[in-house]
């Protein structure tokens, strides 16, 4: 498994949930975790890592900064032929940037404004419902952006996640979401 970090590296403050998906990771029994951030080194470095993985985890942080550098350092060209058979996995801003838009981030955008994201699927994903961390992402909250909104947005606590295959969507919760 290869762990893309980059969208933690503008946020500040104390990063112990980085770590604790790390963690949560490494207890899981992978073989192996690379850490690659693809902002910090250049392509001929990062591209020979992500190949050799069969999972690639970006995590979370800043979704409008992970979005731009997966477009700057040439990783969006590559990577729709590297998930034939490979795994994506995104944790918070990993998972909104898999979507077709930004637009329901929390994210401060700073420099970075295209909200254009991956496009693998055709609806929205807003993590961390009901988070304590993040409080304003309530049913209410996510109500009002829901009717402003053609698509479906998935509302998923910290512990579901949604397995797309072929199209087919899964969720799978041992907590909470919504579907609006």
Request: net charge negative.
């Amino acid at each position: 498994m290869v762990f893309i970090p980059t969208a933690a590296n503008v946020e500040k403050g104390d990063k112990d949930w980085l770590l604790q998906d790390l963690i949560n990771c490494q207890n899981l029994g992978f073989a192996s975790i690379d850490i690659v951030g693809i902002s910090a080194v250049p392509r001929d470095i990062w591209e020979p890592r992500i190949k050799e993985a069969n999972i690639l985890l970006f995590g979370g942080g800043n979704t409008y900064h992970l979005m731009h550098w997966i477009r700057e350092s040439g990783l969006k060209e590559i990577l729709p032929r590297l998930l034939t058979n490979r795994v994506y996995v995104g944790t918070s801003a990993g998972s909104i940037v898999a979507t077709h838009s930004l637009s329901i981030t929390t994210s401060e955008p700073g420099e970075y404004k295209d909200e254009q994201a991956l496009s693998f699927v055709n609806f929205h994903v807003r993590p961390h419902f009901n988070s304590p961390l993040f409080p304003n992402i309530t049913k209410e909250y996510l109500e009002k952006i829901a009717n402003e909104l053609h698509e479906t947005i998935y509302a998923i606590d910290d512990q579901t996640a949604i397995m797309v295959v072929n199209g087919k969507i899964e969720i799978i919760s041992e907590g909470e979401y919504l579907e609006f």
